[in-house]
């Protein structure tokens, strides 16, 4: 399910730690109060991550309830991203690579190399 990237409109990033054994009112209550956004809106999914890595939580409203989804990783690790903002939106791109375990934010963009053939 939570790899299904057609299913969302919009995905978001929560960029700083996060309890994780917050509930579903916990997630969004910091949805709307910290990222001043609303948890509300039909298919956008909310991905958080606590100090350890290979935790992550998802919140993500269906028209009439929500569903809360909760992925552990056992030998590996996401590649979560901590910068100083708060929250950001993401590709259905970035989180297909995030769900892979690659790393999301790009420092800068790899640049198609074409091969020249000698004869």
């Known amino acids: 399910m939570l790899g299904n990237v ?3 409109n919009r995905i978001y990033l929560a960029y700083s730690y996060t309890d994780l054994r917050l509930g579903i009112d916990g997630l969004a209550r910091i949805v709307q109060d910290h990222f001043l956004l609303d948890p509300f809106q ?3 999914l909310f991905l958080f991550c606590g100090r350890r890595i290979n935790h992550i939580k998802g919140l993500l409203w269906e028209g009439d309830s929500f569903v809360l989804v909760y992925k552990r990783l056992e030998a590996e690790h996401f590649q979560w991203p901590r910068t100083a903002s708060q929250t950001c939106e993401i590709t259905k791109e970035q989180f297909a690579w995030l769900i892979q375990g690659l790393v999301v934010e790009q420092k800068r963009r790899i640049q198609e190399v074409t091969s020249k053939r000698t004869c």
């Open 6 to 8: 057609k299913q969302y």
């Open 42 to 44: 039909k298919g956008c």
